[in-house]
């Protein structure tokens, strides 16, 4: 019997669950991402870093990097420059390990003290260097000497040999970077540029204070923001924790359990999200494989029902999708996937796959040919050509909806 509603779609069971159905907790995963109701254009693509707590960064372009598609999904055609200078101007983030290695706003430097400590106490990477005092000694002394500057300018990023083949210098800047004297402060060229932590991160902010469980509390509580609705592996997920790390602190968050239909294992909610209910216009975009709304295949596989893997490591002759197989997102589902390419000012859909049957294939072809307009303007393509399609049926369908042009497919 329900004792009283958050809103008019989600009712208490009792006093400590909430039963949630499986569209609700879509639909709550949505807007927290900033992926239903209105863009927050104000808060432009700070507001989105802040939002999401972590922003993913790979070496991957093809339409573009991961970190610039990530708000470009969000907030439509922002400037490719623009995206650059939120992230790396002003002292507004840095790039630490989180989920991988990505952009994080500052505020939570304090945050990943607990990741800082532990990498101090492990005493070295997997490189080992004979005379780690000495090469630190070194970075830090020209760091404070001439400003930030890259592993090349510092005395170079390699020994000559395989990417991995690192020289002493990135050794020991990395092992700094790791343990917090040195930050991250911007990527020039895709170069790490890295600066001493005293002169990029701000003063009130520039401290190691927290305890472990402090930290882990607080990053428990910003992904539970950050996803709407989660389960225990989807929070630890996120900012790459432990499920027992996340079983420590999540009493002490404010997160709410929820039962959610479907999901067959406990969840919790943020406290925002439901109150009030998730409504609004949906964007249809083309998303990053890295995108923190799919970057978890099971969580992705659990709600929208797509099994996606990326599959750029994968050999050409086992790729099913591509490359870099994109998922289109659309009416606040995933629809399919194209992998993009490039060629002079022509953006290339190399081979488009549509879920479900043919029925729902078709109709998710005007929501492709919007989201492949809307990209090609976005990188300065004038123009887009349709490759591969599937189901095959689907072919002309999107050669003509794509030739009809945005709006119009």
């Not at 909430?18 to 907790?25: G, H, K, Q, W």
């Not at 929820?258 to 925002?272: C, F, L, M, R, T």
């Not at 090609?376 to 369908?397: I, M, S």
Request: charge should be positive; hydrophobic fraction near 45%.
């Amino acid at each position: 019997m329900a004792l009283s509603v958050v809103s008019p779609t989600i009712a208490v069971m009792n006093v400590a669950e909430l039963a949630l159905s499986a569209d609700e907790a879509r639909r709550l995963a949505l807007r927290a991402q900033g992926l239903l109701g209105a863009a927050d254009r104000p808060a432009g693509v700070p507001g989105i870093l802040r939002r999401l707590g972590a922003v993913q960064l790979d070496t991957i372009s093809v339409l573009a990097r991961s970190h610039e598609l990530v708000p470009y999904a969000r907030l439509g055609a922002v400037g490719r420059a623009a995206v650059e200078s939120a992230y790396w101007s002003g002292g507004r983030a840095f790039e630490y390990w989180s989920h991988a290695a990505c952009v994080l706003p500052v505020e939570e430097w304090p945050l990943f003290a607990f990741r800082r400590r532990a990498r101090r106490a492990r005493g070295h990477r997997w490189h080992v260097l004979a005379d780690s005092g000495r090469a630190c000694a070194a970075v830090r002394e020209r760091l404070a000497a001439e400003g930030p500057l890259t592993a090349t300018e510092l005395g170079g990023a390699k020994k000559g040999g395989l990417w991995w083949d690192w020289s002493e210098t990135k050794v020991a800047v990395e092992w700094l970077l790791d343990t917090g004297e040195v930050v991250c402060a911007e990527r020039r060229g895709w170069k790490r540029v890295y600066d001493l932590a005293e002169r990029a991160v701000p003063s009130a902010l520039l401290h190691d204070d927290l305890s472990d469980a402090e930290c882990t509390r607080q990053l428990v509580t910003q992904a539970g923001a950050a996803l709407g609705v989660a389960t225990r592996a989807d929070l630890a997920d996120y900012h790459r924790l432990k499920a027992t790390q996340v079983e420590e602190v999540i009493a002490g968050t404010g997160l709410v359990p929820v039962e959610v239909e479907g999901w067959g294992k406990p969840a919790w909610a943020d406290p925002a999200a439901l109150a009030a209910p998730p409504r609004g216009r949906h964007r249809t975009t083309l998303l990053s494989p890295f995108d923190s709304l799919i970057w978890d295949r099971a969580r992705t596989e659990r709600i929208f029902g797509m099994s996606h893997r990326l599959e750029a490591y994968t050999p050409r002759a086992r790729r099913r999708f591509g490359y870099f197989a994109m998922p289109l997102l659309s009416g606040g589902r995933l629809l399919g996937r194209v992998d993009p390419a490039r060629e002079g000012s022509t953006l290339v859909a190399r081979r488009t796959t549509f879920e479900g049957d043919l029925r729902k294939a078709s109709a998710a072809v005007p929501a492709m040919a919007e989201a492949l307009h809307e990209a090609a303007g976005w990188v300065g393509c004038t123009e887009v050509r349709v490759e591969q399609v599937f189901p095959l049926e689907t072919h002309e369908e999107l050669v003509q909806a794509v030739k009809r042009g945005p709006g119009r497919g």
